[in-house]
C-alpha cells in the first residue's frame, strides 16, 4: 500500500462513501424524519445555466427529498445561495418539496440559519453538528463497552466511523487512534459494516497523520489491502471531471513546452550557424587586411589607392 498518498478533501470523500454504503443507516443516525427510501440524481441546472453537483439527495417514506451536505466551515450566504438552488432545481424537477440538511464539523453558531428564496420562500437549514461534550460522551460510551464486551448498536458502530470526522482538531489523533483499535478488537460487528467503517477510518488516518510508519501501523490494525484502488473509485467519482480537465490542461501545457523546446533547440543551431558563419568571414577578413598590408608595402602606390587601403585597414 502506497503511504505516501494525498487524499484531496478527505472529508467529502468519507461522506461521500458513507451516503453509498451506509444510506439508510445514516439517515437514522442524524435523527431525520421517516425512513431513507431511494436515491436520486444529484446532478443540477441552476436558473442561470449552472451545473452543479449535490453530495446526496433521496427521497424519504414521508414522500419528501432530502438533501443532505457536508460542510467543514461555517456556511455563508454563497453556500446558502447554492443550496437554495439545489432545492429549487429538486422540488421542480421531481415534484416534492426538499429539506435540506448540512453535516457541519464546526460550531454552526456562525453560518446562516435561514436564506430568503423569496418574499414568500425561505430555506431553513437543518445543521447536524457534535458539540465536543457529545464527542467525549460517545467516545466513553463506545470505549467503555468494547472494554466489557458489550454489543454496541448500529448508530454506536457508525460512531466509531464518524466520530473522528467530527473531532476537532486537538484530539482527532487520540480519536481515530483509538477507533482503529476498537474496530479491530470488536467481534460483534457484521463483516460488511466492519469493513465500511475501516474504510472510513483509513480515510481519516491519511487526513490527520502525516508520519508514514504511524499510517503504517493504524492501517495494519484496520487490515484492510483494497485502499487505494477503492479509495481511487471515490475520488474519481466525486472529482473525475476536474481532474480529466486538469490533464487534458496538463497535457496541453506538455504540448506547448516540447515545441517550444523544440524551437529553442533551432534556435540554438541557428545561433550556432551564425557563430560559426562570423567566425569564417572574421577569419577571411584578417586575410584580406594581411593581403592589403603586404601590398601596401610592397608596392609604390599613389595617395588615392593608399587612402582607400588605409580606410579597409581601419574599418
Do not use: W
Not at 104 to 120: F, L, M
Not at 139 to 158: A, F, G, M, P, R
Not at 177 to 194: D, P, Q, T, V
Request: with cysteine; charged share 35%.
Amino acid at each position: 500500500m502506497d503511504l505516501t498518498i494525498h487524499i484531496f478533501q478527505p472529508n467529502d470523500i468519507s461522506y461521500k462513501y458513507s451516503i453509498m454504503v451506509f444510506n439508510r443507516l445514516l439517515h437514522r443516525y442524524l435523527k431525520l424524519e421517516d425512513e431513507y427510501e431511494i436515491s436520486y440524481p444529484t446532478e443540477v441546472i441552476t436558473r442561470d445555466m449552472r451545473n452543479l453537483k449535490m453530495d446526496s439527495l433521496y427521497k424519504t417514506t414521508g414522500n419528501q427529498l432530502n438533501n443532505i451536505e457536508a460542510q467543514s466551515k461555517s456556511v455563508g450566504i454563497n453556500e446558502m445561495k447554492r443550496f437554495a438552488d439545489y432545492r429549487i432545481f429538486a422540488e421542480y424537477f421531481y415534484n416534492m418539496p426538499v429539506t435540506t440538511i448540512i453535516i457541519i464539523t464546526v460550531d454552526p453558531k456562525n453560518s446562516i440559519k435561514e436564506y430568503h428564496i423569496s418574499e414568500t420562500d425561505l430555506i431553513r437549514p437543518i445543521y447536524k453538528y457534535l458539540t465536543k461534550n457529545e464527542i467525549k460522551k460517545k467516545y466513553k460510551n463506545i470505549v467503555y463497552k468494547t472494554e466489557h464486551d458489550i454489543k454496541l448498536s448500529e448508530s454506536e458502530i457508525l460512531d466509531i466511523g464518524f466520530l473522528p470526522f467530527f473531532a476537532p482538531a486537538e484530539c482527532a489523533k487520540k480519536i481515530t487512534e483509538k477507533m482503529c483499535k476498537i474496530i479491530k478488537r470488536n467481534k460483534n460487528i457484521r463483516y460488511e459494516l466492519k469493513r465500511d467503517i475501516s474504510f472510513v477510518l483509513q480515510i481519516m488516518i491519511f487526513k490527520y497523520f502525516e508520519d508514514y510508519e504511524k499510517r503504517s501501523e493504524l492501517l495494519g490494525e484496520l487490515n484492510m489491502m483494497q485502499f487505494k484502488s477503492d479509495l481511487e473509485i471515490i475520488a474519481y467519482d466525486l472529482y473525475g471531471e476536474k481532474l480529466e480537465e486538469k490533464k487534458e490542461q496538463l497535457e496541453q501545457k506538455e504540448k506547448q513546452l516540447k515545441q517550444n523546446q523544440e524551437q529553442l533547440k533551432e534556435s540554438e543551431k541557428q545561433l550556432k550557424e551564425s557563430e560559426k558563419q562570423l567566425k569564417e568571414s572574421e577569419k577571411q577578413i584578417k586575410q584580406t587586411k594581411k593581403i592589403l598590408m603586404e601590398i601596401k608595402e610592397k608596392n609604390n602606390l599613389d595617395k588615392d589607392t593608399l587612402a582607400k587601403i588605409d580606410k579597409i585597414l581601419n574599418y
